[in-house]
Structure formats: structure tokens, C-alpha cells
């Protein structure tokens, strides 16, 4: 049975900080992302990073936010830093094989709120 597992939301205050982790079990991902969602929107990918390390962005969080993997742990990091109340969502850790789509495993989600 395949599970990611996230932690790591809460609330913070506009340029503060928080770090998202999620745990996969039962596989090993070619590629391992995070998404984010706010109500009555798509879900819309932030940052992705391959099992070779090659990562990809959304723009509006380039040189804020940092991904990053370990490998012996079967785990995806998402560093957030200098937030923004419109980085408020809630964000999805995603498993998958394909550089095209999102792949078919997601975390249950975990709140981040950026309000002063």
C-alpha cells in the first residue's frame, strides 16, 4: 500500500517561514512534488525535484521556497521562507513517474496560512 504522509503546516506571520515534509511508503518516486490548492481553484504545482535532483519551480516562489530530498528516508522537503499571505493554500505532497503530469499518489494535505 502506497502512502505519503505530510506534516509541517500551520500559521505564520508575512516573511516568516515553514518547513513542509512528507514520507512516502511502498514506493520510490522518479519524481516527488508539491501542490497547492485555495477554494474554488485548481490544484497548481510548486515545486518538483526528480530522484536525480532536477528541479522545477513556479515562478512567484523562484528564490523563496526550496525543495529538497533524502533518499533514505523516502521523504520530499518543501523550505518556505519570506512568505506571503497569497502563499496561503493548502498544499499536497504528490508521488508519480511522469515529467507530464501529476503522479497518482497524494499526502492528505496540510494548511499553510500566511496572515499577520
Known amino acids: 500500500q502506497v502512502e505519503l504522509m505530510e506534516s509541517g503546516g500551520g500559521s505564520v506571520q508575512p516573511g516568516g517561514s515553514l518547513r513542509l515534509s512528507c514520507v512516502a511508503s511502498?514506493?520510490?518516486?522518479?519524481?516527488m512534488a508539491w501542490y497547492r490548492q485555495t477554494p474554488g481553484k485548481e490544484r497548481a504545482l510548486v515545486a518538483s525535484m526528480t530522484h536525480g535532483g532536477v528541479t522545477n519551480y513556479l515562478e512567484s516562489v523562484k528564490g523563496r521556497f526550496t525543495i529538497s530530498r533524502d533518499h533514505t528516508k523516502n521523504a520530499v522537503y518543501l523550505q518556505m521562507n519570506s512568505l506571503k499571505p497569497e502563499d496561503t493554500a493548502v498544499y499536497f505532497c504528490?508521488?508519480?513517474?511522469?515529467?507530464?503530469?501529476?503522479?497518482?499518489?497524494w499526502g492528505q494535505g496540510t494548511q499553510v496560512t500566511v496572515s499577520s
Open positions: 504528490n508521488g508519480g513517474f511522469s515529467d507530464s503530469r501529476p503522479g497518482n499518489y
Open positions: 511502498g514506493s520510490i518516486f522518479r519524481i
